[in-house]
């Protein structure tokens, strides 16, 4: 059993994710607020989530399934502290705009 | 067998942690310790030039594997080549200690860096591993960091780090050679060896032969240093405290004319039979270049530091040469340089310390305010010029005679560095000690008994050698012999015959005198 | 699911039950610290002790994996998760003795804090469990909560300092850089999936097997997958291009937490990287291997150039960190020949480093942020112990004779030399010549400039022991680097 | 006592060691009698081992001393020949005198002991030259001499003029090494040796006139001129007067200078095949000769005179070694060793008696105050006019007769020395005629007298070999050059004509040194012929501004390059580069930090693109596009 026996189903899943990680990634490169920016790293999660489901059915394994779980606890795991550090930010700095927070560099 | 070598090596490690643990309140004793400590590995040296047996090979032999898997070792050994180095290295230390009665700051540290050095130098021109070499070769490294970097002059940070990186990147270039000759020998030994008498026995291409020679000559070149990779030196020299000076020319440089022969030629014959003459070529620039620009040096100190590069020029050029005498030039010229050039350190350190300028126009007439000083500095001086008598001739004479027969012209243009020293060492003599006392140096003071006695040694050394080399010569010249037939048994390369021998070989009469074959004209043509 | 071996994760358990122990000391005994150090303490020695024992056991019964479960129908539902091997033995002593160290030198950092230093010293045993399962997965999935475990933890570590500006900086750009790469990760997971059917490493149903068996025409979503994976790891070793987050990080997190968070993850990602690409995609050897070449030529590159351009002390480690991130991507290449290169390298930087920093918490504070190199003027003077423990760690981490990181270049070197990457040994070396500057530089203030500030005298047990330590093994790995070399040869991972 | 031989060099080297540790407490008039007594030793040590040789038919014999340069075939050791004994007796005969001389002149003087220190360093330095028995050996002497010369010409080094003397000295000097050097080099490369033995033993292999022995014998020469201060190194002659008067006189007139000689008859056998370079040698000597003689005539300064003087004798000697006549050539070494020793003694006797003063348009009428001098310097003065029967007769004349006897080209040559014969009686009778005859012209306060014994007596010593040591090696009676004939006997060597040239030859330049006597006679004496007061010929007395025209065309555009290669090539060039790629380094550094803007996006998009180059990189490499 090969991925080419699979192509027409799976391929369009997997297309579909492709596409979503994508937007996730363009998201968290152009936007400025910390909570956007971590809304598009959920999406990115999501689609990884979207693609194990989809090869899981079509190679009828549990693995799948079981990784998207995984990816989904650590995903609130993230959110939880993700957001603990943007109140911090916010409180501190009465903003979410990532660009403010950059006094270090070089 | 009593272990000699890791003995006389461990005996300045310990030394540093005695040092080291001497009380706080204590400190006078510092010094006094510090220099009967340093008298011991200078016995054990002397033991072993008395005992070196003139058969030549290596002695003392110690080979203890350490990392199986690469086969990296204390494997270490002397022969005629090392034995001299290291009791140079031996002598001159006990000499520096007493030179740095005027260092106040730190002196605890100062000596203990002093001892690392004397473990690091003495290690190199023992090892017979290359990694063991490398680590050695760069430990010299911290230490001379140290004294430059503390105890120098105004522009010692400066100084020590151009020091330290200029070095270390030839260091990098010798690590790349020295694994990639390990990882070459690799399949022929079946497994990776640093030890330096098995990777002698391996064959390699002759390209890789060529990149591994100049790896590794990179880094010496750096350390002698040849031409155009000598400008670290004057800084550091002027920098440096006078016994880090000392040091610097006196055993320092000479790791990299030794790493030319144990290594270089030993490793790549056919890659030195094939490049020596441009090495050649740079140490004769070396030398000219070097005495022009010490001609005009307005520091003294800088001026003694680029007649270093002028005279290691000759060492290189004897090395390459690749015959007896001038290999043994070579190798004596080490021992002498550092012994002369040494000397003419700790009297610039000694009258630096009565005046506080380094600077050739500051002094004038000190001959008539300081005739002992004036005495001394003369003696070092010719010592350096190579007066016959004093042991700079030696090897100057015999690397200038053996090298033309390999590099005629060459040759011709280093002898005009013997010229030219005359020239810059006795203007600046001249300078510096002639003519009537100026109103600065009218009371100063001349040497007192402590650094009588740091000169008398080096100068009683300096005349021994000069007039009686043989024992010295009697103990290298077996091994020396054994490098050139080595590079001759594999390369092409056959040492120089006299050409009367070449013509009565060909047997022509001499009254058969048109016969122009007969006739060869010029050196080894 | 009947006897559960709890030998493979003992380790984690040990940290787990720690961390938990010393929220409830907190919680319930009151604020003394020294309580929750006897907690840690017992924590991450039951941690060492138990991957002393799990190397006992290797070697006595060879390695096995745990922690796995089959359907009815014989179909794996998951393989085995975790593997004990020697590798992942070594592996937990290297961490629990970096761990231990940070936490000894930074246990100013967790005093200042106050009631807060319990639930610092939680995370960070937290995180180091998360660090070990990274070592010892057998699965990605596996290896991505092991990750995840340890950088959220550290998220929050970054973070922790509250009340000091930059601190939420740091843990905003660690956490949002941090994710992402995660991200690219799970999503590099995903598609290895998606071309194998597998993420095990090991088992009848692995990677390693499905490419064993199938041949592959058209690579593609495989190698995708693989180079999500890459960056992914590269990324929690601070490898450049990925790197960038690492100095603003460090600069703004307490100097304390940062002696634990660039170290130990490098441990953890090095070890994970290794596990991954050589039990999983070893038969793509020739296509990764030249991406973790050139990824290492670029950090050593990178990290080099930027760190001589630095003035704070953070963020010149933090570079220099980036360089031995390429450093140690050789090392994972020579890892090919020779693992107990890849081991040395990895164990002798990981204790200069703590050391270092921990020398740095003595000098300018473990609660600070930015910490400039003027700080260390006249140290020499001022405390020479200090000074020359400085020098000893500057000289390793410059690779000179006579200290451990000289023998970590020589070995790894060698290994890389063998497999065939002459040129990337001739451009490290030629780099870590440059790298002499920013080392050196150190040296140089603080041993050839005087200052007037009083003395720094080096009083606290803890930051004694941990900088003690540190030089005796970086010295003492430099002159017998058979004690850890013998003993890490040995340390492979399941086959 | 042939074994006992080393102890000639013994002996004067061991008073300047002990003198140079002991000399200030051994005092003032003890130094110089013990450095004296030792000379002398050193004489009569030489006396009674050359005793065998007078009998002739002595074929020398070589005395091992210590092994030294084994692999350039070489021990130290001495070889005792009719050549090394003649050239030994000369350095200790005349070096005793002048040594005895010395402890007056020097009387008083502040370095008193160290003076006697030097003088019997250059005595042993000057034997090891002569003695040795192999090129290396030689090489030894030759620069040691060279030391002692640098030293007691600077003696009074806090006159700047006297040290820039020393240096002058020591560096032309090395300039002729120079040469000296690389002739060893190819002797070495030829016979695989540089003992005598091996390589004159072996020189009848060499072809003759070959391109090897040309070679060879032209370095030699290079040394020999710089030695001996002949065309064009003889530049530090005439400053090397700065130093006292009988250093003068024992180096830079009788013995150092003589050196050159001694290298070329001791090396017979190679210039005797190299036609060619005993032709240089002879041009050479013959140019020398006239041009110094000339440049003499125009010296107002007594000792420079003399220096020219030497130069232009020198040149004799070498006309004669280059014509082959080696015998001639070393006799008038020998006899100019005595007259012109004689004559610094003697000068230095009238600079004494005179205060210091050297100019000798301020001296004139001190025939009555210094008897004893002028008796002795008229001696001189004849012998070295070439006045019969005075030992310069004999060595010169038979020098021209030589050089005329070859015939052909030599004749030009044989008309150069005839010239600078008539020069040599010309210029040295206007020494003796403004110095001794005529009025007072000395400045005030001075009160010329003569010298103490121990001055005037080593004059009288000398006066008397000056006047009959000619007659050692006469026509009628050649006796040196049967001593010395074991020493060039397998050479070809020239010998006078045969018949009544000779006595021709003689008669001419006898006549034309009376000819030179008479011209200055009527010029200085007599005032016959038309002379200025204080007369000035500053082209001539500026030497034709050789020095200056060195100074210029070597001195200041080697300065200039030494100046251009140490402040711009080295420090801007080789140094900057160095430091350029240090700041290279540090701008790619703070370049670097340009990425680093702090804006997490930007980090986050770097790692993106970094990500999409590895997959990039991955999908390329494996082969999926």
Redesign the interface.
């Known amino acids: 059993m090969t991925m080419s026996d699979l192509a027409v189903t799976a391929g369009w899943y997997m297309a579909l994710a492709a596409l979503l990680f994508s937007i996730g990634a363009i998201g968290l490169l152009t936007r400025r607020n910390a909570l956007v920016m971590f809304m598009s790293i959920e999406l990115m999660l999501n689609s990884v989530n979207l693609t194990f489901v989809a090869v899981g059915k079509e190679l009828r394994t549990l693995e799948g399934q079981i990784a998207t779980l995984f990816v989904m606890v650590v995903a609130a795991a993230e959110v939880t502290i993700g957001l603990a550090i943007i109140v911090a930010v916010f409180r501190r700095r009465a903003t979410a705009s990532v660009d403010e927070l950059s006094e270090m560099k070089g | 067998m009593f272990p000699v070598l890791a003995f006389l090596v461990g005996l300045p490690v310990v030394a540093a942690i005695v040092i080291a643990l001497i009380p706080k309140s204590r400190s006078e004793l510092l010094l006094p310790v510090a220099f009967g400590l340093s008298l011991l590995p200078l016995a054990v040296a002397g033991y072993m030039v008395w005992t070196f047996n003139t058969a030549g090979g290596f002695q003392w032999v110690e080979s203890t594997i350490w990392l199986q898997q690469l086969r990296i070792g204390w494997t270490v050994g002397v022969d005629g080549i090392s034995l001299f180095l290291v009791a140079l290295t031996a002598f001159l230390f006990p000499i520096s200690i007493l030179a740095s009665a005027n260092i106040s700051d730190r002196l605890r540290g100062y000596l203990v860096s002093l001892f690392v050095l004397e473990t690091g130098v003495l290690g190199v021109f023992i090892a017979l591993d290359l990694v063991l070499f490398f680590v050695f070769f760069e430990i010299v490294l911290i230490p001379m960091f140290f004294m430059i970097g503390i105890w120098g002059s105004s522009n010692r940070r400066y100084a020590a780090i151009k020091f330290f990186v200029y070095t270390a990147f030839g260091s990098a270039f010798l690590l790349v050679s020295i694994i990639a000759l390990a990882v070459n020998a690799g399949p022929a030994l079946q497994t990776i060896s640093f030890q330096w008498n098995e990777l002698a026995q391996v064959p390699m291409t002759s390209t890789l032969q060529t990149w591994l020679f100049f790896g590794f000559a990179i880094a010496f070149a750096i350390k002698v240093p040849l031409f155009p990779l000598h400008t670290w030196l004057p800084d550091a020299h002027t920098e440096a405290p006078t016994a880090g000076s000392v040091l610097l020319a006196g055993v320092l440089l000479k790791m990299g004319t030794y790493g030319f022969i144990r290594f270089n030629l030993i490793l790549f014959p056919e890659a030195t039979v094939k490049y020596g003459k441009w090495i050649a070529l740079l140490a004769v620039i070396g030398i000219v270049y070097a005495a022009l620009v010490a001609t005009v040096q307005p520091d003294i100190k800088r001026l003694v530091a680029y007649s270093s590069v002028s005279h290691l020029g000759f060492i290189v050029l004897g090395i390459f040469a690749l015959t007896l005498t001038s290999v043994q030039g070579g190798i004596i010229q080490m021992v002498n340089h550092g012994l002369s050039t040494g000397a003419l350190f700790l009297l610039i350190g000694m009258i630096y310390e009565r005046t506080h300028t380094r600077k050739i126009a500051d002094y004038g007439g000190l001959a008539s305010t300081m005739p002992i000083f004036s005495g001394f500095f003369l003696f070092a001086v010719f010592a350096s010029v190579g007066l016959p008598g004093l042991n700079g001739f030696i090897g100057e004479f015999m690397v200038l005679i053996g090298s033309w027969q390999t590099f005629p012209v060459l040759t011709v243009v280093a002898a005009s560095g013997v010229v030219l020293a005359a020239v810059y060492l006795l203007w600046a003599y001249e300078r510096v000690f002639t003519g009537p006392p100026g109103k600065a140096n009218k009371d100063l003071e001349d040497l007192n008994p402590r650094e009588i006695a740091i000169l008398v040694p080096i100068a009683f050394l300096i005349v021994l050698l000069g007039v009686y080399p043989k024992p010295v010569l009697d103990r290298m010249e077996n091994d020396v012999n054994a490098v050139i037939s080595r590079i001759e048994q594999s390369t092409s390369y056959e040492r120089p015959t006299f050409d009367l021998e070449g013509q009565l070989r060909i047997s022509v009469p001499a009254e058969q005198g048109n016969n122009s074959s007969g006739e060869s004209s010029e050196g080894s043509e | 699911m009947g006897n559960i071996a709890f030998l493979p994760i003992g380790l984690e358990v040990a940290l787990l039950v720690g961390a938990i122990g010393v929220l409830m000391v907190a919680v319930t005994m009151g604020r003394s610290s020294r309580d929750w150090a006897v907690v840690a303490g017992a924590a991450i020695g039951v941690g060492f002790v138990i991957s002393v024992r799990q190397w006992v056991v290797v070697g006595e019964s060879g390695t096995q994996l745990a922690f796995g479960t089959k359907?009815a129908d014989g179909?794996?539902?998951?393989?085995q998760m975790v593997a004990m091997d020697k590798f992942g033995a070594l592996g937990g002593m290297i961490l629990m003795v970096v761990v231990g160290l940070a936490l000894i030198g930074s246990w100013q950092m967790v005093k200042d804090l106050g009631s807060r230093g319990a639930e610092f010293v939680a995370l960070i045993l937290l995180s180091a469990a998360g660090m070990h399962m990274m070592i010892v997965s057998a699965n990605l999935?596996m290896l991505?909560?092991g990750l995840?475990t340890a950088s959220?933890a550290l998220?929050?570590i970054a973070?922790f300092l509250?009340n000091r500006?930059?601190s939420?900086?740091?843990?905003?750009?660690y956490?949002?850089?941090g994710?992402?790469?995660?991200?690219?990760f799970?999503?590099g997971?995903?598609?290895v999936?998606?071309?194998t059917?597998?993420?095990?490493l090991y088992g009848s149903t692995s990677i390693g097997q499905f490419l064993a068996g199938?041949a592959m025409p058209?690579?593609?979503?495989l190698?995708?997958g693989?180079?999500?994976i890459?960056?992914g790891l590269a990324?929690k070793m601070s490898a450049?291009?990925?790197h960038?987050?690492a100095?603003?990080v460090y600069?703004?997190a307490g100097t304390g937490a940062v002696a634990f968070m660039s170290t130990g993850v490098k441990v953890a990602a090095v070890a994970a990287m290794v596990r991954v690409l050589y039990i999983g995609f070893f038969q793509?050897y020739?296509?990764?291997s030249?991406?973790v070449a050139?990824?290492a030529a670029l950090s050593i590159l990178?990290g080099t150039?930027?760190?001589?351009?630095?003035s704070d002390l953070k963020?010149m480690l933090a570079y220099s960190g980036v360089a031995h991130a390429g450093f140690l991507l050789i090392a994972v290449l020579a890892a090919r020949v020779?693992l107990?290169a890849m081991w040395f390298y990895l164990a002798t930087y990981a204790v200069s480093l703590v050391g270092m920093l921990t020398v740095v918490t003595v000098v300018a504070g473990a609660s600070a942020g930015?910490v400039s190199i003027e700080s260390f003027r006249g140290l020499?003077?001022r405390s020479?112990m200090l000074a020359a423990a400085i020098?000893v760690f500057m000289?390793s981490m410059a690779g000179?004779?006579?200290t451990s990181g000289?023998v970590a270049k020589?070995?790894v070197?060698?290994a890389a030399?063998?497999s065939g990457f002459?040129w990337l040994?001739?451009l490290a070396?030629?780099a870590?010549?440059?790298g002499?500057?920013f080392y050196?530089?150190i040296?140089?203030v603080a041993?050839?400039?005087d200052s007037d500030t009083e003395e720094t005298p080096l009083t606290l047990t803890g930051p004694r022991i941990a900088i003690g330590f540190a030089v005796a093994v970086t010295v003492g790995l430099g002159l017998w680097?058979?004690l850890l070399?013998?003993f890490a040869?040995e340390a492979l991972p399941h086959l | 006592m042939v074994d006992l031989i080393w102890l000639v060099i013994a002996l004067p080297l061991l008073g300047a060691v002990g003198l140079l540790f002991l000399g200030k407490r051994i005092g003032e008039p003890n130094s110089g009698r013990i450095a004296t007594l030792l000379v002398i030793a050193s004489f009569f040590i030489a006396l009674i081992a050359a005793l065998p040789a007078f009998g002739g038919d002595f074929e020398g014999e070589n005395i091992f001393l210590f092994e030294w340069l084994p692999s350039l075939g070489v021990n130290f050791s001495l070889l005792w020949d009719p050549l090394s004994a003649m050239m030994t007796l000369v350095v200790t005969g005349v070096g005793a005198l002048i040594h005895i001389y010395g402890t007056g002149y020097m009387d008083g003087d502040s370095r008193y002991p160290r003076f006697f220190t030097y003088l019997n360093l250059f005595i042993a330095s000057m034997l090891i030259l002569v003695l040795g028995d192999s090129f290396a050996t030689m090489f030894v002497g030759w620069e040691l001499v060279g030391l002692s010369s640098y030293l007691l010409i600077s003696f009074w080094f806090e006159k700047p003029s006297a040290a820039a003397a020393g240096k002058k000295a020591f560096v032309v000097n090395r300039i002729g090494d120079f040469g000296f050097l690389i002739a060893l080099m190819i002797i070495f490369a030829t016979f695989g040796s540089l003992s005598y033995d091996t390589v004159f033993g072996n020189a009848d292999k060499l072809q003759v006139g070959g391109a090897t022995v040309t070679a060879i014998t032209l370095l030699l020469l290079v040394g020999a001129v710089g030695k001996s201060a002949q065309l064009p190194l003889y530049v530090w002659l005439p400053d090397a007067m700065e130093g006292p008067t009988p250093v003068s006189a024992l180096i830079h007139a009788a013995t150092m200078v003589t050196a050159g000689v001694y290298m070329i008859a001791r090396s017979a056998s190679l210039f005797s095949i190299a036609p060619v370079s005993s032709g240089v040698v002879a041009t050479v000597g013959a140019l020398t000769a006239l041009f110094a003689a000339i440049i003499a005539i125009g010296q107002r300064d007594i000792k420079r005179v003399l220096a020219y003087s030497t130069i232009s004798q020198l040149g004799y000697m070498f006309m004669a070694v280059g014509a082959t006549a080696y015998v001639a050539g070393v006799f008038h070494l020998l006899t100019h060793a005595f007259f012109k020793a004689l004559l610094f003694l003697g000068a230095g006797a009238v600079i004494h008696g005179m205060h210091g003063e050297q100019d000798m348009w301020k001296m004139g009428g001190l025939r009555k105050k210094m008897p004893i001098a002028f008796g002795t310097m008229v001696v001189a003065w004849l012998a070295i006019s070439g006045i019969p029967p005075f030992a310069g007769f004999w060595s010169k004349d038979e020098i021209l007769a030589i050089t005329y006897g070859k015939g052909g080209a030599w004749v030009a040559l044989w008309a150069v020395g005839l010239v600078t014969a008539a020069l040599t009686a010309f210029y040295m009778s206007r020494l003796m005629f403004l110095t001794f005859w005529g009025e007072p012209r000395w400045d005030d306060g001075i009160e010329p007298h003569e010298s103490p014994r121990s001055m005037t007596l080593p004059l009288v010593v000398l006066a008397v070999f000056a006047a009959g040591a000619g007659l050692i090696n006469t026509p009628f009676r050649p006796s040196l050059e049967h001593f010395l004939e074991p020493a060039f006997a397998f050479i070809k060597v020239a010998h006078a004509p045969e018949g009544i040239t000779p006595w021709v030859l003689a008669g001419v330049s006898v006549l034309v040194a009376l000819g030179g006597i008479a011209v200055a006679y009527r010029r200085y004496v007599t005032r016959t012929l038309p002379v200025e007061e204080g007369e000035r010929w500053d082209l001539v007395e500026n030497g034709f501004g050789v020095d200056d025209l060195y100074g210029r065309t070597i001195v200041l555009p080697g300065k200039a390059v030494a100046e251009s290669a140490a402040f711009t090539v080295d420090a801007k060039g080789v140094d900057g580069l160095v430091n350029g790629v240090g700041g290279a380094v540090k701008r790619l550094a703070d370049a670097a930090t340009v990425l680093q803007t702090g804006q997490v996006r930007s980090y986050g998009t770097t790692m993106f693109l970094g990500a999409v180059a590895v997959i990039a990189w991955l999908l390329i490499r494996g082969g999926a596009f």
Do not use: C, H
């Open positions: 359907g179909l794996a539902v998951a393989n999935i991505f909560i995840e959220i998220y929050v973070g509250r500006r930059g939420d900086e740091s843990a905003m750009k956490f949002l850089m994710s992402f790469a995660s991200a690219l799970i999503y997971v995903a598609l999936f998606a071309a059917g597998s993420t095990s199938n058209n690579p593609g979503i190698l995708i693989i180079g999500l890459l960056v990324f450049a291009p990925f960038q987050w100095p603003d600069q703004g793509f020739d296509d990764w030249m991406a050139l990824i990178v150039a930027t760190a001589i351009a630095q963020r020779s107990d930015p020499g003077k020479p020098a000289f000179i004779p006579g000289f020589l070995v070197f060698t030399d063998l002459r040994v001739v070396l030629v870590s010549v440059a002499l500057f050196l530089r040296i140089v041993f050839f400039e680097p058979t070399l013998d040869r």
